[in-house]
């Protein structure tokens, strides 16, 4: 199993038995390729916001509210609130958790979580924020 086995298979094996293992290894497979074109499309939204927008985006993933964000960067909170639609819109997010997980899987490297390719997205994701 450390090596990677997904299933085992006892002898004598039927055909229903191995066309059942051979579909949920492809099944996996598929979200591990969703996965990886998951994170390539946030690295790109990401890679699109200016370095002030990234800067805004990672405060407001904080928690911080536009107040305090204009305050620390000596800008009007009107100008911070046009940051974040912006960040909103070039992202594609409908929500600031959507922007969090947008943000954590375009920073994914694939040596920073342990991750195999079984893992769904889901799995992954889970394992990124629970490191």
């Known amino acids: 199993m450390k090596a990677g086995a997904l299933d085992f298979i006892e002898k004598p094996v039927r055909r229903n038995e191995l066309l059942a293992g051979v579909e949920r290894v492809l099944e996996q497979s598929r ?15 990401i890679a699109d916001l200016t370095p002030r927008q990234r800067q805004i985006m990672e405060k407001v993933i904080a928690g911080e509210p536009s107040k305090n964000i204009a305050a620390d960067l000596g800008i009007s909170q009107r100008t911070v609130e046009n940051h974040r ?3 909103m819109k070039k992202t594609g997010s409908k929500s600031l958790p959507a922007l969090s997980r947008l943000a954590l899987v375009a920073t994914w490297s694939g040596a920073d979580a342990p991750l195999t390719q ?9 394992r990124m924020v629970s490191r």
């Open 31 to 45: 979200d591990w390729s969703k996965l990886c074109a998951w994170r390539e499309t946030a690295a790109n939204h």
């Open 85 to 87: 639609a912006s960040i």
């Open 118 to 126: 079984h893992d769904s997205p889901a799995t992954a994701v889970w």
